[in-house]
């Protein structure tokens, strides 16, 4: 049966989403069909399709009662709106149907596990959230959610941890079927914890232990947490908030953080050896992964972060879109990122340069545009001093530019939009260490319409930054103080035609 609540978010989004004109849309990235969209939620690959889910506001470009937004694809580019899944319309999750994930079940259906949220009023006339997790059940296009929710509430937690934050259920199957899910909570530091549970049939769920503690290393609460195997490692992913910067890795407020190390699956132990931020860049939270039918892990974002959120006026149709899908590895300890194989598909007229001296600024004949794939290769002109500075620079024209830029003294690479339109004097830089011998680089430039993607050393590292600046600022130019030299490869994208 379908709610009220739902039946006017459906009717709603189909008649707004026909006042958008696909070219005030990203092409190949997923955007809200209408209003506002933060997290990824229920990642998932059922009944021969993709399908990604999203927190949607479907009324107002701003955070409001979360309902789940949800569209599906063939290929994670080309995406196709379905009709909301869930609204917030029962008891347990009038205030929002906060993030979560899907599975398969045994019976083929498609279970939704997501985090009902209740206002409560306090003694002292103020409101505390209630968090409990909730599950729903479907045939990938309508929902019905179960009759027993919440699944799991505060008596499912340990001693000391909050009911206030326990969060964003991301859900899979073990191979012998059984169902886990990981959870975020606050335990009595106040900081952040990642809690696992296991479930027999996905509706009677038990509390297995605490798979990692935050001990207040890495900012505080950890919401969306994923956590998988990976080439021989367990690797977890999480988004904190309330960070304090630490040198080039971690910067301040909602950021990224990957925990990489040994998973013993008897035992459920995670052992963890490495840590690293996710993405380097300014807009980028709240992972969520599969793994594809061809066996690949593949992660996208919210390309946003809560403390840019103003970056565009209040009175667009839209706000919110995915990152691209990036296939993830590990090597070394370390997390490796590249878009998806699938974009190759999408690329058309080929230029290329080899060998070209920059010194001052130089633009090159047919490299240019707002939805494109671009490999350059930075190095040293050989038999002179190395450069100080190189700077690629794209959404330009007179008056607007982005750029990246690297100084190979310092090893810092530094993405800048504060020329890209916005009247806000938020965050519009951020550097980072990267890997480099005697002034040599990669990157992987990948834009679309409204967002820069920069994939540096084959995937190393990645940096991603949204920009609203008018479509018209679509020139490309290189810089470098002293001499370097370039190879480009430079590819339009297009998957709307
Ligand atoms: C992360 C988050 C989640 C929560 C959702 C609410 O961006 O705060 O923890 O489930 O957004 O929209």
Redesign the pocket.
């Known amino acids: 049966m379908t709610s009220q609540t739902l039946r006017e978010a459906r009717k709603y989004e189909e008649a707004s989403d026909k006042m958008i004109k696909k070219e005030e849309r990203p092409d190949f990235h997923l955007s809200v069909r209408t209003g506002w969209m933060?997290?990824p939620n229920g990642f998932s690959y059922y009944g021969g399709k993709y399908h990604l889910f999203y927190?949607y506001y479907p009324y107002d470009p701003q955070?409001g009662a979360?309902h789940w937004g949800h569209a599906v694809s063939d290929d994670l580019l080309h995406w196709e709106y379905l009709p909301a899944a869930l609204a917030p319309d029962e008891a347990y999750d009038r205030d929002?149907c906060?993030?979560g994930g899907a599975v398969t079940m045994d019976d083929g259906r498609q279970l939704l596990m997501y985090?009902g949220v209740l206002r409560e009023r306090q003694r002292d006339g103020g409101f505390r959230e209630v968090q409990t997790q909730c599950v729903a059940v479907g045939d990938g296009m309508d929902y019905e959610k179960y009759e027993k929710n919440p699944v799991l509430d505060e008596n499912d937690l340990p001693d000391g941890c909050s009911r206030n934050d326990f969060?964003?259920p991301k859900i899979w199957r073990k191979k012998d079927g059984t169902y886990c899910c990981v959870i975020?909570n606050r335990p009595a530091d106040g900081s952040g914890q990642i809690l696992l549970y296991t479930s027999q049939d996905g509706f009677t769920w038990n509390y297995k232990k605490v798979l990692a503690a935050n001990n207040n290393r890495f900012g505080k609460m950890w919401?969306?947490p994923d956590f998988f195997e990976l080439d021989g490692k367990g690797v977890l992913l999480v988004?904190p908030q309330d960070m304090l910067p630490s040198g080039f890795e971690y910067h301040n407020g909602n950021g990224t953080l990957c925990l990489i190390g040994d998973y013993d699956e008897e035992t459920d132990t995670f052992t963890e050896q490495h840590d690293q931020a996710i993405d380097y860049g300014i807009d980028f939270?709240?992972t969520q992964t599969i793994l594809t039918p061809d066996g690949r892990r593949v992660m996208l974002g919210?390309m946003q972060n809560?403390d840019t959120c103003s970056i565009r006026a209040q009175d667009v149709r839209w706000f919110g879109q995915m990152s691209l899908p990036r296939e993830l590895s590990v090597k070394n300890g370390r997390l490796y990122q590249k878009p998806v194989r699938e974009l190759e598909e999408l690329r058309c007229n080929k230029v290329t340069y080899q060998d070209v001296c920059v010194s001052g600024t130089i633009a090159l004949e047919g490299v240019k545009g707002r939805r494109i794939d671009m490999e350059l290769v930075i190095s040293p002109e050989e038999g002179q001093e190395i450069y100080h500075k190189f700077a690629v620079r794209f959404a330009q024209n007179d008056q607007f530019r982005t750029s990246v830029s690297f100084r190979p003294k310092d090893s810092v690479l530094k993405i800048d939009r504060k020329f890209s339109g916005t009247r806000r004097a938020i965050i519009h830089q951020r550097r980072s260490l990267v890997n480099s011998a005697d002034g040599r680089l990669k990157l992987r430039i990948i834009l679309d319409r409204f967002s820069a993607e920069v994939f540096v050393n084959d995937g190393e590292q990645v940096m991603t930054a949204t920009i609203y600046t008018e479509q018209e600022a679509d020139g490309i130019s290189f810089f470098a103080d002293g001499a370097a030299r370039i190879d480009v490869v430079k590819y339009d994208l297009t998957a709307q035609g």
Do not use: H
Request: glycine share 10%.
């Open positions: 933060n997290d927190q955070w979360m929002g906060f993030s985090t969060r964003d975020g919401e969306c988004s939270y709240a919210w809560w």
